[in-house]
C-alpha cells in the first residue's frame, strides 16, 4: 500500500524556520518525482514545490523561491521542504504528492499543519 | 503561467441529478488534465487524468471530458459522498503545474 506520511510542521514565528518531511513507503520512491503542495486555510491548493526522482531537478513557485529548498534522501525514502524567512501567508497545510507517470498527482500525505504568528 | 479557471464557484444540486463543472485553461494544454474531489480536513483524491481516464477505484459515475483549453467534469447521479470541492489541475509541462480555484458541490 502506497503511503505518504508528513511530519514537521508546528508553530513558528514570523521569519523563523521549519523542515518538514514525507516518509514514502509502498512504492519505489526513487522512481518517482515528487511535489510540495499547500492550501492556506479555506483556501485552494498551491503548488510550492517539485523535485525530480533522482534529485537532480528542482522546482519553486515564485512565492517560496530563495527562501525554501526541496530536497529529497533516495536511501531513506524521505522527502524534505526546508522553509526560512516564514512569513504570515506561509500559513497552511502542506501536502507531499507524487508524481504519477500517467498525469496528475496520484498519492498524497494527510498534510502538516504550518502555523506562522508571534 | 497557466490560468486555470473553474466555474461556478458553487453548484447547488440535488441527490440524484447530475452535476456539470467546467474548467477553461488560459492556453492549450491538450489533454493534460486531472480532476480532484476534497472533502473537508482531508487530502485532494485524484478522479480523473488525461481528461477522461478514471483513475484507479472511482466510480463510473465520474467522467471528464474536454481538450485543449476547455474541460468537463460530469457526476451522473449524485451520491451523498459526493459532495466535496473539486479542483482541476493542468500538468502540460512537468513541473509548472496549476489548480484552478475549485467548485464547491452542495447539497441542494
Known amino acids: 500500500e502506497v503511503q505518504l506520511v508528513e511530519s514537521g510542521g508546528g508553530l513558528v514565528q514570523p521569519g523563523g524556520s521549519l523542515r518538514l518531511s514525507c516518509a514514502a513507503s509502498?512504492?519505489?520512491?526513487?522512481?518517482?518525482?515528487m511535489h510540495w503542495v499547500r492550501q492556506a486555510p479555506g483556501k485552494g491548493l498551491e503548488y510550492v514545490s517539485a523535485i525530480s526522482s533522482n534529485g537532480g531537478s528542482t522546482y519553486y513557485a515564485n512565492s517560496v523561491k530563495g527562501r525554501f529548498t526541496i530536497s529529497r534522501d533516495n536511501s531513506k525514502n524521505t522527502l524534505y521542504l526546508q522553509m526560512g524567512s516564514l512569513r504570515a501567508e506561509d500559513m497552511a497545510v502542506y501536502y507531499c504528492a507524487r508524481t504519477s507517470p500517467t498525469g496528475g498527482s496520484d498519492y498524497w500525505g494527510q498534510g502538516t499543519l504550518v502555523t506562522v504568528s508571534s | 503561467e497557466i490560468v486555470m479557471t473553474q466555474s461556478p464557484a458553487t453548484l447547488s444540486v440535488s441527490p440524484g441529478e447530475r452535476a456539470t463543472l467546467s474548467c477553461r485553461a488560459s492556453q492549450s494544454v491538450s489533454s493534460n488534465l486531472a480532476w480532484y474531489q476534497q472533502k473537508p480536513g482531508q487530502a485532494p483524491r485524484l478522479l480523473i487524468y488525461?481528461?477522461?481516464t478514471r483513475a484507479t477505484g472511482i466510480p463510473a459515475r465520474f467522467s471528464g471530458s474536454g481538450s485543449g483549453t476547455e474541460f468537463t467534469l460530469t457526476i451522473s447521479s449524485l451520491q451523498s459522498e459526493d459532495f466535496a470541492v473539486y479542483y482541476c489541475?493542468?500538468?502540460?509541462?512537468?513541473?509548472?503545474?496549476?489548480f484552478g480555484q475549485g467548485t464547491k458541490l452542495e447539497i441542494k
Open positions: 489541475q493542468q500538468y502540460n509541462n512537468w513541473p509548472l503545474y496549476t
Open positions: 488525461g481528461a477522461s
Open positions: 509502498g512504492f519505489t520512491f526513487s522512481s518517482y518525482a
